[in-house]
């Protein structure tokens, strides 16, 4: 399988803000972005260059892109069919970003960064509607039961989250039983539930080039 192999920490720096893909580490500070807060490169900072329209648009493009740990043919594919789907393809398409199973896992708290919940997914931790589901690209639907698996609660990464969670703010489309770690989805995100941090009508422009 396909994976984005290159430094997470550059890849913030690269976007000038944290896109948060190492957990507790991202507010610590051991944070690239408190650390080195400009682009990397040989020759350290350096002056910001003008930027293009088509640069913004890309610049948007990529950090959502890696924000959400997809490739770029994923990342494409997903657009096109937000688009197919009619209404507002932004919120379309941020819709399907979001319901994606990893970033469920990440939204719950069972992980604390995208990257680690599909790690978790992969290694088949997790069960939707009774069924094991290592793919984390699934796309969840409204009514899904999502559950750790017996034999996996007792694991390392899983100790201590019921108190851990027990007041964490889970989204208001998803519903977590913080004692027992199961979860429902209940319906698919609205858009006063969705807040990117990335600029959705630039990714649109970019691609209606």
Not at 81 to 91: E, F, V
Not at 133 to 157: A, C, H, L, Q, W
Not at 164 to 186: C, R, Y
């Amino acid at each position: 399988m396909a994976k984005d192999i290159n430094p997470k920490c550059k890849q913030c720096r690269r976007a000038g803000e944290k896109l948060y893909f190492k957990g507790e580490r991202c507010f610590s500070p051991k944070c690239a972005m408190v650390k080195r807060n400009y682009p990397p490169g040989f020759h350290g900072p350096k002056g910001k260059k003008r930027i293009t329209d088509y640069g913004q648009q890309l610049s948007e493009k990529q950090k959502a892109k890696r924000q959400y740990g997809l490739l770029e043919k994923q990342f494409k594919l997903t657009f096109e069919k937000a688009l197919r789907q009619g209404g507002n393809t932004g919120h379309n398409f941020l819709k399907l970003l979001e319901m994606r199973f990893d970033n469920v896992v990440y939204r719950l708290g069972l992980a604390r960064s995208r990257s680690e919940a599909r790690q978790l997914i992969n290694h088949g931790h997790f069960t939707v509607n009774g069924q094991k589901v290592n793919i984390p690209s699934y796309n969840t639907r409204t009514g899904d039961e999502i559950k750790i698996k017996s034999n996996k609660k007792d694991i390392k990464i899983f100790k201590g989250l019921p108190e851990k969670l027990k007041n964490a703010e889970t989204p208001g489309w998803l519903n977590f039983d913080s004692k027992n770690l199961d979860a429902k989805v209940l319906h698919g995100p609205g858009k006063d539930s969705i807040t990117p941090n990335f600029n959705m009508q630039m990714i649109i422009e970019y691609y209606s080039r």
